[in-house]
């Protein structure tokens, strides 16, 4: 059994619900570690395209994930992620690595892989966001949350998004994702994305960012003080 001093905070929600940039902003916040667990999923997924793995042949994803190093850096606000050694930054945000990260995420040797690094990461304290940040990675965090929104407004949300990343799509073919990977990542047999039965959870459909920040610190503000944090989750084997 594991404890830690500092906080662990989760934020779990579908795609477009607001929990990247909020708990980068809390983390910023708290002064503490950001971890983008879908970051690392996405990473994976790149790996298995770039070797030609199928996003369904758990065992060589299971090899994989054990050959391959997922590092993250700052580079002033923005979060950079590292693919051995690659700055792969922009290029797993890709609408076709979206799709391929909800299909490796749902294989068991990946998701055990990840966890495990994911855990290593919360000795100093963390934010981190994700599917199965409050039920599975850290299931004793002392605050959880969940952030929903409605499907629209979530695409809407993902559309902006690309665009500002300079990937043009059609808001119609967004929608299509947004709703393929929202039915993936809730029916999937492992870690599947729910609220952990003690997070807060949050409709952010009409919600600025800004609104949405005050609601989680001033929660945690009223909430328990930090408590040491007891890591005592089962893990998933394969
Ligand atoms: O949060 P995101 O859109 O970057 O995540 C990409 C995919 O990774 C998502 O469709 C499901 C998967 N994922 C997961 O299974 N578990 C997590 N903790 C985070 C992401």
Do not use: W
Not at 134 to 151: E, H, M, R, S, W
Not at 218 to 223: K, L
């Amino acid at each position: 059994m594991k404890t830690h001093t500092a906080p662990v905070i989760t934020i779990d929600g579908p795609v477009g619900s607001g929990k990247s940039t909020i708990g980068r902003m809390l983390a910023e916040r708290l002064g503490i570690l950001y971890l983008d667990t879908g970051a690392m999923y996405r990473a994976v997924a790149l790996a298995a395209r770039q070797r030609g793995i199928a996003p369904d042949d758990d065992a060589a994803l299971g090899r994989l994930c054990g050959r391959i190093r997922i590092s993250f850096s700052r580079d002033g606000g923005r979060q950079l992620v590292f693919l051995d050694g690659a700055d792969v930054t922009g290029e797993i945000r890709l609408p076709e690595i979206s799709m391929l990260a909800s299909a490796v995420s749902a294989q068991p040797c990946v998701r055990a892989a990840m966890v495990a690094q994911q855990r290593a990461c919360a000795e100093n304290g963390v934010v981190a966001d994700g599917r199965d940040a409050g039920t599975v990675i850290f299931p004793q965090a002392p605050f959880k949350f969940y952030l929903d929104a409605n499907v629209e407004v979530r695409a809407r949300r993902r559309h902006k998004e690309l665009i500002e990343k300079n990937i043009p799509m059609e808001y119609s073919g967004v929608l299509k994702e947004v709703e393929q990977r929202d039915h993936n990542d809730t029916t999937r047999l492992h870690a599947p994305l729910k609220p952990a039965p003690d997070a807060v959870i949050l409709d952010t459909s009409l919600m600025t960012i800004e609104e949405v920040l005050t609601a989680l610190v001033s929660h945690i503000e009223r909430g328990r003080p930090l408590l040491p944090y007891t890591q005592t989750g089962t893990q998933e084997t394969c």
